[in-house]
């Protein structure tokens, strides 16, 4: 069974910076749109960050700026850069496939472990 596999965060002042890799190994990897997502504990999981599969990208309005995603087709990963990281940036972070519409496909995948970020003083 594929699993993703999320790596990278950790415990960061106010300011610093992470990046976050997570590798989806499935044939259609190329061909898939993805994102990056968080949970806060009590609320929904959202998506922070989206990528198409030819690389354009989106962002929600509270990350604008500060992360950045990008993907390496070759090594079916994605990264989520994150700058300037603020303590409402606290959660566990995710990624997996997303449903963005044609010419991406999208397949379901279940949800990996997710990597923790706590931003703190």
């Known amino acids: 069974q594929v699993q993703i596999e999320e790596s990278g965060g950790g415990s960061v002042q106010p300011g610093e910076s992470l990046r976050l890799s997570c590798r989806l190994p499935?044939?259609?990897?190329?061909?898939?749109?993805m994102a990056w997502y968080r949970q806060e504990p009590g609320k929904e999981r959202e998506a922070v960050a989206t990528i198409t599969s030819d690389s354009k990208t989106n962002y929600t309005d509270s990350v604008k700026g500060r992360f950045t995603i990008s993907r390496h087709n070759a090594e079916n990963a994605v990264y989520l850069a994150m700058d300037n990281l603020k303590p409402e940036d606290t959660a566990v972070y995710y990624c997996n496939t997303i449903k963005l519409g044609p010419p991406d496909y999208y397949v379901y995948q279940a949800w990996g472990q997710g990597t923790q970020v706590t931003v703190s003083p």
């Open positions: 499935l044939r259609l990897f190329s061909i898939l749109s």
